[in-house]
């Protein structure tokens, strides 16, 4: 069965955000720039932008059933 490359995606965004929050706890009051780099806020916004189109497939293949 092949792995879904969204949830491989995720994974390892939960796994550097983990790294990230658990290796300093003054990282939890800093802003969002200062923690991620550019490179990961951008690939965690499209995979955002993925699920938000992937669901509105979903309601609208539920809705023409």
Do not use: C
């Amino acid at each position: 069965m092949p792995t879904d490359p969204d949830a491989s995606e995720w994974a390892l965004l939960q796994d550097y955000f983990a790294a990230l929050s658990d290796h300093d706890p003054a990282q939890e009051r800093q802003p969002l720039d200062a923690i991620f780099d550019a490179a990961t806020r951008r690939r965690f916004g499209d995979w955002i932008a993925r699920s938000v189109v992937n669901a509105k497939q979903n309601r609208a293949r539920k809705a023409d059933v």
